[in-house]
């Protein structure tokens, strides 16, 4: 069980940028996973480094390897990130951006050149790849076998159109889903978001009345951090949805929580249930799921964790445990056990040992009105 600190780095882009690339090319580029974000190795002006590679974002560089490189800043460019912040960042030009097999360079790539330090340090990722330098590509991600396959699109893709979406944005993966029955929602497949589905407050606000959902349960919490960094703590609801339809694939009961990107998001765990292709030049998205319905039921931990300066503490309090326990307040020790200090990046990669155990866990929480014990669980 990880833990429930959600982290997207997608910063969505006012204008696309075309690298120039070979007239006909493939590769077929390995990925691994690391706290739910999607890694791949490329070389940049011939040095091997990771990336993190996020259909919702644009190409982006860490502040620390734009010095080592001596990458100079040409120019700047206004960008909102998940969490609609809006901001101004410098660009600097990738003169080479190589892929492992050498089969294709993009060449005089604008990035953007992010703040210090590293949003990306937890990752080990130098930098983000994103939309807009596969502006001119088709993008094949198989969930199953870790690969993003790259290739020239002077012919559209042989999967059917049945099982096709145009996007409704060109240049980025944009598309409409159906909640329920007749109502669209815009949704973007976003890679750098490490849920299934998140929706948009706006969104949320619309489809109230339509039945779409049902609300399990209201939090207030800490947000997404974003490249811009965290949100500021506000109130969230987590929803159901009976039926979620991805073209003809049916997912039932979807639980989302709402936020504030600028879109809803289709995250990284798509890929759980299906391959997927972006084909840019013709603005289609292919999904060609395993099997044609899906039950995502689940339940959810009745509070959220992460770790802040080295200690655990609550990040987010659900309907259950309101007046129980408040944002901020300190785990001090774990079935009965004192905790220890704790490392950040480590906890977002792997979580806390002591919470994978059980599926009912006591906690001593020192809140404002004295320790209290509470049992942390899925309800």
Not at 1 to 24: D, G, N, T
Not at 312 to 319: A, E, M, P
Not at 363 to 374: A, F, H, S
Request: proline share 4%.
């Amino acid at each position: 069980m990880r833990m429930m600190c959600k982290i997207i780095f997608s910063c969505l882009f006012c204008m696309i940028f075309f690298p120039m690339v070979a007239q006909q090319y493939k590769t077929v580029l390995p990925y691994r996973m690391v706290g739910g974000k999607m890694i791949v190795e490329m070389s940049i002006n011939g040095s091997s480094r990771s990336f993190i590679f996020d259909t919702g974002g644009r190409t982006a560089l860490t502040s620390e390897i734009c010095e080592e490189l001596g990458l100079e800043v040409a120019d700047s460019l206004q960008v909102t990130d998940v969490n609609s912040n809006q901001a101004f960042y410098p660009l600097v030009t990738i003169q080479s951006l190589l892929t492992p097999d050498q089969k294709i360079n993009f060449t005089n790539v604008p990035a953007l050149k992010l703040s210090s330090p590293s949003p990306f340090e937890c990752f080990q990722a130098d930098g983000l790849i994103g939309s807009d330098l596969l502006a001119r590509t088709m993008v094949e991600i198989d969930g199953k076998a870790k690969t993003i396959t790259i290739t020239s699109a002077e012919k559209a893709s042989r999967v059917s159109l049945r099982k096709m979406l145009p996007f409704v944005k060109a240049g980025m993966p944009i598309i409409a889903l159906q909640a329920g029955m007749g109502n669209d929602i815009i949704c973007l497949f976003d890679t750098g978001c490490p849920s299934f589905f998140s929706l948009k407050e706006s969104d949320f606000d619309r489809l109230k009345t339509a039945g779409a959902f049902q609300i399990l349960a209201e939090g207030y919490g800490e947000g997404s951090i974003g490249v811009a960094g965290m949100a500021m703590a506000d109130t969230s609801l987590r929803v159901q949805f009976p039926l979620l339809s991805v073209g003809g694939t049916k997912f039932q009961n979807v639980t989302s929580e709402t936020s504030t990107p600028p879109f809803t998001l289709l995250g990284v765990k798509l890929l759980d249930y299906g391959k997927v292709t972006l084909d840019y030049p013709r603005a289609r998205f292919y999904f060609e799921a395993y099997e044609p319905e899906y039950d995502l039921a689940s339940k959810h931990y009745n509070v959220a964790l992460r770790v802040k300066d080295g200690e655990l503490i609550i990040s987010t309090v659900w309907t259950s445990m309101k007046g129980v326990v408040e944002v901020g307040d300190k785990v001090t020790k774990i079935n009965g056990k004192p905790v220890g200090m704790y490392d950040f990046c480590e906890s977002i990669i792997n979580g806390i040992p002591e919470l994978k155990a059980k599926k009912k866990t006591k906690l001593t929480v020192q809140t404002k009105r004295g320790e209290k014990v509470i049992v942390y669980q899925k309800e």
